[in-house]
Nanobody, 117 residues
């Protein structure tokens, strides 16, 4: 089992920045990849960025150049640095951990990000 807790969301003005954190506990060794997803009202959940155990990253096209995913293995924490935020980035952001061996996905409770003037 993996337990994920997100933090760092909030209200920010357009053009501003936020850093989200996702702290993991439990069977950390079993995680093959981490991801950040988001879900806006009335829309499906979408991938924002991911990072695998080897450190390779992947971003959705609209986030490239603005968002950066990183991992601190010593703290069992994954971060999402979000710069130049836009109103359309407003959503609940969820942390995800994937365990390939058991074909399991674990999710955090989500953290609200609101971009508004």
């Amino acid at each position: 089992q993996v337990h994920l807790v997100e933090s760092g969301g909030g209200l920010v003005q357009p053009g501003g920045s936020l850093r989200l954190s996702c702290a993991a506990s439990g069977s950390i060794f079993s995680i093959n990849a981490w991801g950040w997803y988001r879900q806006a009202p009335g829309k499906e959940r979408e991938l924002v960025a991911s990072i695998n155990w080897g450190g390779s990253t992947n971003y959705a096209d609209s986030m490239k150049g603005r968002f950066t995913i990183s991992r601190d293995s010593a703290r069992n924490t994954v971060y999402l640095q979000m710069n130049n935020l836009r109103p359309e980035d407003t959503a609940v952001y969820y942390c995800n951990a994937r365990v390939v061996l058991t074909m399991s996905d674990y999710w955090g409770q989500g953290t609200q990000v609101t971009v508004s003037s």
